[in-house]
Every structure is written in structure tokens, then in C-alpha cells.
């Protein structure tokens, strides 16, 4: 599995910014797509995740900002992160998870792209 991301960049307070995120090269159902982020000197948490289903999942700290997007049939997962803060700036990494019968979870991680919020 490929995970190629795009978007990022430089925002001021109160901007927007766009990641996306394609998959490449799976050869089974990609049941959970997302985006985490991870700044320095803290644990990686989850943004936002999107299950095959239709089914979302954001935290709390971005409810009414982000949107997470998924198109199945084209492989992609996008965040949309509106009224950017500064503690937003982080490393955002896209997430995919495949569950399988016998328990195994398949999860993979893109290469990070970097958001910076300035005040």
C-alpha cells in the first residue's frame, strides 16, 4: 500500500488549508482512512478518520473546523481544516486500516506533511 500526501503548507490564524491523500497498490478493502497529526514532543492523536461505510470520526478539538472527505472509488481521503489555529500546527500523517476475519489489522502511514498556523 502508497500513501502519497499533498496540501500542507503555511496559514494564518483564522486561514484554510487542504490536505489530500491517495492510495495506491492495495490489493484488499481499505476499511478506515484518515489523517492524524503529531507535534513535537507530543503523541501522535487522531484528527479525523472515514470508514468504508460512510462513517466519520473527528476529535473534538476540530469539530466545526475540519471536514474529512473520502472517495472510495478514486482511493482518496481529504481534510479540509478550516479557521486554522496555531495549535493546530502539527505533522499530518494519512492513516489507512484494513481489518481482516481473522483479527489481523493492516494499518499504514503516509509520509507527513507539514501544516504551520501563524498568529
Known amino acids: 500500500v502508497q500513501l502519497v500526501e499533498s496540501g500542507g503548507g503555511l496559514a494564518q490564524a483564522g486561514g484554510s488549508l487542504r490536505l489530500s491523500c491517495t492510495v495506491s497498490?492495495?490489493?484488499?478493502?481499505?476499511?478506515?482512512m484518515g489523517w492524524y497529526r503529531q507535534a513535537p514532543g507530543k503523541q501522535r492523536e487522531l484528527v479525523a478518520t472515514?470508514?468504508?461505510?460512510?462513517?466519520?470520526n473527528c476529535a473534538d478539538f476540530v469539530k466545526g473546523r475540519f471536514t474529512i472527505s473520502r472517495d472510495i472509488t478514486k482511493s482518496t481521503v481529504d481534510l479540509q481544516m478550516n479557521s486554522l489555529q496555531p495549535t493546530d500546527t502539527s505533522v499530518y500523517y494519512c492513516y489507512t486500516e484494513s481489518t481482516f476475519d481473522n483479527g489481523f489489522r493492516d494499518v499504514h502511514w503516509g509520509q507527513g506533511t507539514q501544516v504551520t498556523v501563524a498568529s
Open positions: 497498490r492495495n490489493i484488499y478493502p481499505i476499511h478506515v
Open positions: 472515514a470508514d468504508i461505510y460512510g462513517n466519520s
